[in-house]
């Protein structure tokens, strides 16, 4: 089974591979300081649900506070 990748915009990423969802770098606002969302929308409710969230690294716009407390119950942090 193929993985399955959803860009969701900058670094937010859906991976799906054997029912194992992990999100990359959550931001879910349409702005952010200087950065604006520039094509398509701010994912919709179920892109929150993860198994894994990843934080690459922490700059704001890959460390968004607000998104990461939007995630699922149970998301783990990495």
């Known amino acids: 089974m193929p993985v399955e990748i959803t860009w ?15 999100l990359t770098d959550p931001l879910f606002a349409n702005r952010l300081a200087h950065l604006r969302r520039r094509r398509g929308a701010v994912p919709p409710a179920e892109a929150r649900r993860a198994d894994v969230a990843l934080v ?23």
């Open 8 to 22: 969701w915009g900058h670094a937010t990423c859906a991976l799906l591979d054997s029912n194992i969802r992990v």
């Open 56 to 78: 690459s690294h922490l700059h704001v716009d890959h460390l968004h506070v607000p998104s990461l407390g939007a995630l699922a119950p149970g998301t783990r942090l990495v």
